[in-house]
């Protein structure tokens, strides 16, 4: 099951982005850590149950009270902490604004509450604790980028503009929206 999502993935995301490193990225090593993020980003979008094409409803399923279930489902916080690690990691990694604690928390926080907002339109529960653990896990990602800031600065040149993070996001977001489920249920009936 994983592997063919993993693999519908693989063959939305690396055409797409050799076409990106020819029309916009114009670099093969930004291009590489951009598709690794990109990756990241699928798996995160496939974890998280977000909508799909083929899977769209509305379901609210709440639960807005902080805290209520943290001791009850431990493992699952520590697990919801450790997928928002390496987005507080690669962040400041690749984009400059993201160098400052304020702008990695913001976006942290962001991407956590877009997650859950999109998870009313799955069967998926909408939870304030998955925000609070995700967002922790960004800030624990962004304080592993400082500890190992000077060795990686001197690999990784971070962008100072943010529209390759966007163009990054947008791509891979609606490569996992339209394209890779359709692939991914071709890829079911043939196997």
Not at 59 to 72: E, H, I, Q, S
Request: aromatic share 16%; net charge positive; glycine share 4%.
């Amino acid at each position: 099951y994983t592997l063919i999502e993993t693999f519908a993935a693989l063959l939305v995301l690396v055409p797409a982005f050799l076409i990106l490193n020819r029309v916009r990225f114009h670099s093969r090593k930004q291009t590489s850590l951009y598709f690794l993020f990109a990756l990241y980003l699928a798996a995160v979008y496939h974890l998280t149950g977000l909508p799909t094409v083929l899977f769209l409803t509305f379901d609210v399923n709440l639960n807005l009270v902080p805290t209520a279930l943290f001791t009850k489902e431990l493992v699952l916080s520590l697990l919801n902490m450790a997928m928002f690690v390496p987005l507080g990691f690669f962040l400041p990694l690749l984009w400059e604004k993201y160098r400052r604690l304020k702008h990695a928390l913001l976006f942290g926080l962001g991407a956590t509450m877009f997650i859950e907002l999109a998870q009313l339109f799955t069967y998926r529960a909408t939870d304030i604790n998955d925000v609070i653990t995700n967002t922790a896990g960004a800030l624990l990602g962004y304080l592993l980028f400082r500890l190992f800031k000077k060795p990686l600065s001197k690999v990784v040149n971070p962008e100072k503009k943010t529209a390759d993070l966007w163009c990054t996001l947008a791509v891979t977001a609606a490569g996992m929206f339209f394209m890779q489920p359709l692939i991914a249920t071709f890829l079911y009936r043939i196997t």
